[in-house]
């Protein structure tokens, strides 16, 4: 893996170069903002926002783009264009956007970024003793800010039927609408942007029509191509072509047109539509909360709406939701919650393992009866699992002091469930059979003989996804030095795994699940990935090196390429029991995606050379 001479990947060299440009000399973000907003200001609100949400439904092109090569974290950095936006909109005309006036634009919010980095990893910087707490700071800030809410739309879905919808009176009380009523609504709003993106393709779609089409416009006396798409036949197509984000502005009329009472929708409109007043003359700063994520709906004319694609829409109706639930009712709603979530675990471990395991959950072995999640025997294979549902609050710009409060954190969820984990990975290595209770009823579930464990593992499953602090437990997780790690990951992670395990690998998914596992220890300590994903697929599509690299001595490096494989699969179906489009899914190939990966290892000593 380590070569004499690293072939270092071009964006992590030029990204190296520019993060040491700004060590010599960097602006201060007011400085960088005040260019922005100069560049931006004077744009049509009817023009720049449709144009800014196309781009954001175009991300997953960003390697293919010049439009994105700029943009390092392409999702936060576009959504706070929009807030920026409105802190200094003028109403202006502006509807033209060349390619270098963008090109400037992403260079700044790409300067922006740098600039966060460069404040939080060069304070102190002759402070050795600082260096780790620095590290894991400046980590958490980049994937706490730098990323979006990485899930599918049917697992947020899901979330927000089960949750929210066993609350469905407080959720009318506070709100006045149901869930139904939300699920109802953003159906709606989805189906009007799926059915004016066929619409404006239709001949695409249907190229048997194309031959019909282009005979009766000849006959109509057009024969210059060139002007067939100003007929009536090809306005749609025409405005999708021009009008940047055409499938996503839509009237009221449309919106509205759904069958829920006048006032419901009402009420829905009102709690998704963005105040475009909130932050006028304010200076929006890259790392403040982005009003956008919990109000993506836009008025940019009388009676027209800027509507975006589903997944943002049931992400605000959840998130906030789920945070008033919790306000207004309390630790009743926060057991719930907890409760659901390890009912969602046990229900993914079932469908992984199917009827051959055993489980056993609320449990305790000890005289202290100090209270387990859940224990699942597979053949003679046992994974001791512990479920945490914990907040994780932004990280602060001052390293030092986001530092303590990461870790605060980290400790309430991944160490404490780890901790958990190891009361049991102790008693088994005792190597003396023990008793296992109900928690509550103190009966008698079952006997543990250790002698007769073929592998243990310890699994803490998450709600939240807390990115390379869970990939690589080194810097946070406080542990015996001749202890193992746990597989930490969130719940999103594990599902999306079990689903396309048990969809490539039919009856062996368990036993490649185990395989991962016993590997996947070993990437600790040498690892820098954000996704557990990306390690997921990688020993999908290339096991042989991904148990090979799993003990290098090396730094093993992720990409987000590796996790390709979820998304082309999920296009044709990955296994949700309530996917959406499915029937539409099923009739389409899995799109080609890569499947192997040039690894190669680097240090600090090669950037700089």
């Known amino acids: 893996m380590k070569n004499s001479k690293p072939n270092i990947p071009d964006d992590i060299k030029k990204n190296y170069d520019e993060l040491m440009k700004i060590r010599e000399s960097r602006r201060s973000q007011e400085e960088i903002i005040s260019d ?107 994937e706490y800010f730098g990323n979006a809410q990485l899930s599918y739309e049917e697992q947020t879905l899901e979330r927000f039927e089960r949750i929210c919808g066993a609350f469905d009176q407080d959720v009318e009380r506070l709100f006045g609408f149901s869930v139904n009523d939300v699920q109802i609504f953003s159906k709606h709003i989805r189906d009007i942007i799926n059915n004016k993106l066929t619409e404006c393709n239709y001949y695409f779609l249907h190229q048997d029509e194309w031959p019909k089409l282009t005979s009766r416009l000849i006959a109509r006396g057009i024969t210059d191509p060139k002007e067939w798409i100003n007929e009536p036949e090809l306005e749609l197509f025409k405005n999708y072509l021009n009008i940047p984000g055409f499938v996503f502005i839509h009237a009221y009329d449309e919106l509205s047109s759904v069958n829920l009472k006048k006032e419901k929708i009402e009420r829905l409109i009102k709690f998704l539509l963005y105040d475009q007043d909130l932050k006028k003359g304010t200076t929006v700063y890259y790392a403040d909360k982005n009003p956008f994520f919990d109000t993506p709906l836009i ?115 991944i160490q404490y469930g780890y901790d958990q984990c190891k009361r049991v990975e102790d008693i088994i290595e005792l190597g003396l059979a023990f008793k296992i209770y109900e928690h509550k009823t103190k009966k008698c579930l079952d006997e543990v003989i250790p002698a007769s464990i073929k592998d243990y593992f310890s699994i803490v499953v998450t709600q939240f996804k807390y990115g390379g602090m869970q990939t690589n437990l080194e810097n946070l997780l406080v542990k015996e030095s001749e202890s193992l790690y746990p597989w930490s990951v969130s719940v999103d992670d594990l599902e999306a795994f079990v689903l396309i395990l048990k969809k490539l690998k039919k009856g062996s998914a368990p036993y490649q699940f185990i395989e991962y596992l016993r590997y996947r220890e070993s990437y600790h300590e040498h690892l ?82």
């Not at 919790?326 to 409760?339: I, L, M, W």
Request: hydrophobic letters at 35%.
């Open 36 to 142: 922005l907003t100069i560049l931006i200001k004077d744009y049509n609100k009817s023009f720049f926002l449709p144009f800014i949400l196309e781009m954001i439904n175009n991300i997953h092109q960003r390697d293919k783009s010049e439009a994105f090569q700029h943009l390092m974290s392409p999702m936060k950095q576009l959504i706070y264009l929009v807030d920026l936006y409105f802190s200094v909109e003028e109403g202006g005309i502006k509807e033209v956007l060349s390619k270098e006036e963008w090109v400037n634009i992403t260079l700044l919010l790409k300067e922006i970024e740098m600039t966060y980095f460069g404040d939080i990893g060069f304070i102190n910087e002759d402070g050795k003793e600082d260096f780790d707490k620095i590290s894991v700071s400046l980590l958490a800030f980049i």
């Open 299 to 413: 008025q940019i004319e009388t009676k027209k709406f800027l509507c975006p694609p589903y997944k943002f829409l049931i992400e605000s109706f959840y998130n906030r939701i789920n945070m008033s639930l919790r306000t207004d009712v309390g630790e009743k709603y926060s057991q719930f919650k907890n409760h659901n979530l390890e009912k969602k675990v046990l229900e993914i471990f079932q469908k992984l393992f199917g009827s051959d395991i055993q489980i056993f959950t609320s449990y305790f072995f000890d005289k202290d009866r100090s209270e387990q999640d859940i224990l699942i025997r597979f053949k003679k294979f046992y994974f001791i699992v512990e479920v945490k549902d914990s907040l994780f609050r932004a990280p602060m710009r001052d390293p030092l002091k986001s530092y303590d409060k990461i870790k605060s954190d980290f400790k309430k969820s």
């Open 528 to 609: 820098i990935c954000s996704d557990e994903l990306e390690l997921c697929g990688y020993f999908l599509n290339d096991p042989k090196n991904f148990k090979k690299y799993s003990s290098s001595d090396s730094v093993f490096t992720t990409f987000p390429g590796m996790a390709d494989m979820f998304d082309a699969e999920y296009q044709n179906g990955l296994g949700f029991d309530n996917e959406l489009d499915i029937d539409i899914k099923r009739h389409y190939r899995v799109p080609n995606y890569r499947k192997d990966y040039t690894v190669d290892s680097f240090t600090g000593e090669d950037l700089s050379r």
